[in-house]
């Protein structure tokens, strides 16, 4: 049986930002190619393509937790000196507010 990220009782608020989290990883070029399996432990095609899906996201696929986990967690403190770029994509705010609700969460 499929573990859904929707039943993990995330509102539909988180959900946007765990989207635009997915899509800043996907989009952004935050993350150097070269560094970004080592970070996340998928690749950046394996992040969009759960970005693909959203929101049918299986939890019960590694690739789509670690894509889920490693973009909220690498985007909280690594991309140095890309402030301005990851704003335009999600607030420090609502980072740190959803890896809170992330960390709780028993997948």
């Given at each position: 049986?499929?573990?859904s990220?929707?039943?993990?009782?995330?509102?539909?608020?988180?959900?946007?930002?765990?989207?635009?989290?997915?899509?800043?990883?996907?989009?952004?070029r935050?993350?150097?190619?070269?560094?970004?399996?080592t970070?996340?432990?998928?690749?950046?095609?394996?992040?969009?393509?759960?970005?693909?899906?959203?929101?049918?996201?299986?939890?019960e696929r590694?690739?789509?937790?670690?894509?889920?986990?490693?973009?909220?967690?690498?985007?909280?403190?690594?991309?140095?000196?890309?402030?301005?770029?990851?704003?335009?994509?999600?607030?420090?705010?609502?980072?740190?507010?959803?890896?809170?609700?992330?960390?709780?969460?028993?997948?």
């Open positions: 049986m499929m573990k990220i929707i039943d993990f009782g995330f509102t539909i608020d988180e959900l946007n930002v765990i989207k635009k989290c997915l899509a800043a990883v996907v989009e952004g935050l993350f150097d190619d070269w560094e970004f399996q970070l996340f432990g998928v690749n950046r095609n394996q992040v969009a393509i759960t970005l693909s899906q959203w929101p049918n996201i299986d939890l590694e690739e789509s937790l670690l894509a889920i986990t490693g973009s909220i967690m690498n985007l909280i403190g690594y991309p140095h000196g890309r402030d301005a770029l990851l704003k335009k994509y999600v607030s420090s705010e609502e980072l740190r507010n959803l890896s809170k609700k992330w960390q709780e969460c028993n997948f």
